[in-house]
Every structure is written in structure tokens, then in C-alpha cells.
């Protein structure tokens, strides 16, 4: 079957300008990640959605940061007013809903802030 | 604050050879632990796990090796193979949290 679907694959933006990044989940997980990996580091939290339960947020690293997960299913990121440090490697993953089930994750949308 | 981690950054292995790579974990709450593989351009794959119950876990050529008392893990791949050249993620989760914490991942490169 499909798996985690992320778009764009790459984008590039200048500094300022606002950008959003999409995630489509596999069919069927209720749970969904983004994560980031900037260059030589690992992956890093960001946020956690299940089901209609509020999402974690406490990964995400400013007030420029938000997402939304619409209808359970796709969820987008947004970041504003981007600066050079956002650029990274963000990556989506999405779970079943039970105890130690793996992420799944996407390819990933490769940011670069010029 | 980094509570996974793996010091090797790089490891070179010829082909046929045991590839071992290393992952040290802060947490003492961590009880699921986890590797991933990841070829460039894609997203991590889930590899193999292993739960605090168990200090080994085997699949084929990989196996999972948990040590608690010095908080420390590792993962044997033998006989290692050209495909298997990719970098590699330990990751860990309490039970109670769904938030993995990963590692900054060791880049595995298989010599023919």
C-alpha cells in the first residue's frame, strides 16, 4: 500500500517569507509525527497528533512553528517568517494506535532558507 | 539535551564482516528501543526493536543487543552487505510517552 506521502520534496525560500510543508499519512494511522533533522544532527521532535486528542506540541522550537492535522488525515506545517536556522530535512511519520508500534515515515521536504 | 546517543559517526566494514554499531542512552525511563535505517533522499525505515524485558533480539542478519545497567545497546549486522551501506538510528521511548528520541546516526559503509 501507500505509504507517508510528503510535499514538497525540496523548497527552497528566502528569509522572511513563510512556508508550508504537507503530510499525508498512511491510511488507517491515527497517529501522526513531524520531526526534523537538521545537517549532522539527529532527528529532532517536533509535534504529535492522535486521534481528536489535543496535539503535543512542546517539540516545536518557536511561536513561527505550527501545524494542523485536518479531517485526521493530512496535516500541514507552517513556518513563518523563516530564518536560515529552519533550514533541515522535515520529516513526517505516522503510527497504528498501540503501545511501541514503529513509525512509519515519509521521504521527507529538504528546506533551504536563503 | 541529548539522551541517545551514538559516538561513532562513521563505520567502515568489509563486505561479509560483522558491522557493529554502538548507542548510549541518559534516561533511565526509556524501556523500548529501536533501530532505523536510512538511505539518502528517503526517510528512516523501521530495522528492529527491543523491549527493557529482553537483552537480545534477533531478525535474520540483524540482532539487538540491550544492556541496562550501563544503559547501552547495540546492533550486529552479519554478514554485512553492500545494501546495508546506509545510515543507521537508535532511537528510545518510555513506556508512557509515544515521543521517540533518536540518536544523530552512524553512517555505515560496506567495503565489496
Known amino acids: 500500500g501507500a505509504g507517508v506521502s510528503q510535499s514538497p520534496s525540496n523548497k527552497v525560500t528566502e528569509k522572511g517569507k513563510d512556508v508550508e510543508l504537507r503530510c499525508d499519512p498512511i491510511?488507517?494511522?491515527?497517529?501522526l509525527y513531524w520531526y526534523r533533522q537538521s545537517l549532522g544532527q539527529g532527528l529532532e521532535f517536533l509535534i504529535y497528533?492522535?486521534?481528536?486528542?489535543?496535539?503535543?506540541k512542546s517539540g516545536l522550537p518557536s511561536d513561527r512553528f505550527s501545524a494542523e492535522r485536518t479531517g485526521g488525515s493530512v496535516s500541514t506545517l507552517t513556518i513563518q517568517r523563516t530564518q536560515q536556522e529552519d533550514s533541515a530535512v522535515y520529516l513526517c511519520?505516522?503510527?497504528?494506535?498501540?503501545?511501541?508500534?514503529?513509525?512509519?515515515f515519509g521521504n521527507g521536504t529538504r528546506l533551504t532558507v536563503t | 539535551d541529548q539522551q541517545v546517543k551514538q559516538n561513532s559517526p562513521s563505520l567502515s566494514v568489509q563486505e561479509g564482516r560483522i558491522s557493529i554499531l554502538n548507542c548510549d542512552y541518559t534516561?533511565?525511563?526509556?524501556?523500548?528501543f529501536l533501530w532505523y535505517k536510512k538511505y539518502p533522499a528517503e526517510g528512516p525505515t523501521f530495522l528492529i526493536s527491543?523491549?527493557?524485558?529482553?537483552d537480545k533480539n534477533e531478525d535474520g542478519r540483524f540482532t539487538v543487543f540491550l544492556n541496562k545497567s550501563a544503559k547501552h545497546l547495540s546492533l550486529h549486522i552479519v554478514p554485512s552487505q553492500p545494501g546495508d551501506s546506509a545510515v543507521y538510528f537508535c532511537?528510545?521511548?518510555?513506556?508512557?510517552?509515544?515521543?521517540?528520541?533518536f540518536g544523530a546516526g552512524t553512517t555505515v559503509t560496506v567495503r565489496a
Open positions: 511519520a505516522s503510527s497504528q494506535d498501540r503501545s511501541y508500534s514503529p513509525l512509519h
Open positions: 491510511s488507517g494511522h491515527t497517529a
Open positions: 497528533f492522535q486521534g481528536n486528542s489535543a496535539p503535543d
Open positions: 534516561n533511565s525511563m526509556f524501556d523500548y
Open positions: 527491543i523491549s527493557s524485558i529482553k
Open positions: 532511537a528510545a521511548n518510555p513506556s508512557n510517552d509515544y515521543k521517540l528520541s
